[in-house]
């Protein structure tokens, strides 16, 4: 079993209006190089659900999405995401504004093969006021409490970073959180991650490994071999968030077109090189709190 | 303590109390006052408080602003982001944050500010404020205590609910303690309204009424309380002892 891909038969597989999920939280573990070989593709009209980073910013700069259904869009340490920001202000974009867990139930719903799950969250806010299509349901027991039915939230695509994986798709993600990329994976039609490493099966570590492999291979289509693939977000352990560029990314909502001749438009290869090589990437150190 | 006492000091220690009696839950301090805040709780107080290492760990002490020796950090259990919801969502917790707008009903905003279609500042999103205030108790911090940060009638996206919706929280909403460079207030006057409860040094009623969008309750005009010399040891020596927290109001 070789399910081994490119970045251009990831994007083959997209079409214009499908729904995409992109794993990682803000500025952390998102994958980036998929990403910005999305932006040099002709696909539009996306609909993204994100815990969203540059990720967003990035294709909401070049106008690929349609509908973002989100919760929080922030680089962590730059709070707020130029780029998401002027969309946002200029209405460009739809947006399906949830809180983070209602997210979560969405994703887990759509996993689950359940049409909604109940939830309180939202409940007394103006998610409810901006989203008319939320529904409520009533508890059929004694308490009969009115609650929200959180759709599913179905994903054609979901797109992951991980840091080890092998060709059959035995994913890793060595990083202490994995965030919620397993309920992206498990509520997407296919999954194409993008990986640091890929080793042998022998490589993966036996038991000790295992423990990092956080969904089982049959969620996994395509296998991206990705080194750095996370720049300018961080992939744990192996290295931070690069400040100073996402400080430039930032600053380049003003005018694009010099971020975009500098960075983008290139093999992946030639993006790393671009940054400094992948010996500058991996000693960006880890971010602390 | 040879230093004078700073605005940052008054408002640690005053927002510390958020914590008080609250058991063994969740402290989550967002934000340089807050954090500060949660960890004087800690060192003080409320010695049972879980702390997270401010990404993914609860450690066993307080981790101390500015960098740090981590290797150093007791490491006593697992917070990722996935157990972080679990928990709020089973209520065992009890965060501070700082909203950009809140209004009378103890609403809050860090969505969007103006329209909705088009705001004129995008913010974060609502971020984890639904679930917070409908599963747990809250505290707030404001450091711009204004007729733009309280504001006239409603928040422009209402990110966490308020008072008037308790009953859709089965029981769990309460904003605890507000705590503002202004003074030390609650939404636990007849009617949920804003009350004050102690002003700062050199602050007046007036000014705390000029400044808030919506009538306030006079509870109290007394002086805030002053940070013990011990709160103001754990303070500079142990949670702060690079001064981070001076950057909040230029001192």
Known sequence: ?289 | MSESISLAEICISSSSKAWKGEGEILATGIGLIPRIAAGLAKLTHNPDLMMTDGETYLISKPAPMGKRDISLDQVEGYMSYSRVFENLWGGKRHAMVTPTQIDSFGQTNISAIGDYGSPKVQLLGVRGFPGNFINHKNSIFIPNHSVKTFVKGKVDMVSGMGHQNKKLSNGKFEIKLVVTNLGVFDFNAENNNLQLLSLHPGVSVDDVIENTGFDVIIKSDEPTIMPTSDELTCIREVLDPQGVRNSIFGE
């Not at chain 1, 970045?7 to 980036?32: C, E, F, N, Y």
């Not at chain 1, 994100?50 to 919760?71: E, N, Q, R, T």
């Not at chain 1, 909604?116 to 939202?122: A, D, K, Q």
């Not at chain 1, 790393?272 to 500058?280: A, L, M, P, R, Y």
Request: aromatic share 8%.
């Open chain 1, 1 to 289: 079993m070789d399910k081994i891909v490119s970045h251009k038969d990831v994007v083959d597989q997209l079409s214009d209006g499908m729904t995409i999920g992109v794993g990682g939280w803000g500025a952390r573990r998102k994958p980036m190089s998929l990403i910005r070989e999305i932006c040099q593709s002709d696909i539009k009209d996306l609909t993204v659900v994100s815990y969203g980073g540059p990720d967003v910013g990035l294709l909401c700069a070049h106008k690929k999405i349609k509908k973002l259904i989100f919760g929080f869009v922030s680089l962590d340490m730059i709070p707020l995401e130029s780029h998401f920001r002027q969309a946002r202000q200029k209405n460009e974009i739809e947006v399906m504004e949830l809180d983070e867990g209602m997210v979560q139930w969405g994703l887990r719903a759509a996993a689950m093969n359940l049409p909604f799950l109940p939830t309180r969250v939202g409940l007394g806010t103006d998610v409810l006021t901006h989203n008319p299509e939320l529904e409520y349901v009533t508890s059929p027991y004694n308490d009969a409490e009115k609650l929200v039915a959180m759709p599913a939230l179905k994903l054609d695509i979901a797109l992951i970073h991980v840091n080890k994986s092998d060709e059959k798709g035995n994913t890793q993600i060595i990083g202490p959180d994995p965030f919620f990329d397993e309920l992206f994976a498990r509520a997407a039609c296919k999954t194409f991650v993008s990986s640091e490493e890929v080793v042998s099966t022998q490589e993966l570590g036996g038991k000790d490994g295992a423990i990092f492999n956080r969904f089982e291979r049959s969620l996994v289509t395509g296998v991206l071999h990705a080194p750095c693939g996370a720049h300018p977000t961080s992939c744990a352990p192996s290295y931070g968030f690069d400040i100073e560029h996402l400080k430039e990314y930032s600053a380049a909502a003003k005018s694009f077109d010099e971020y975009s001749t500098k960075y983008l438009n290139k093999t992946h290869q030639e993006y790393i090189d671009s940054i400094g090589g992948s010996e500058t990437i991996l000693n960006i150190p880890l971010p602390q709190f």
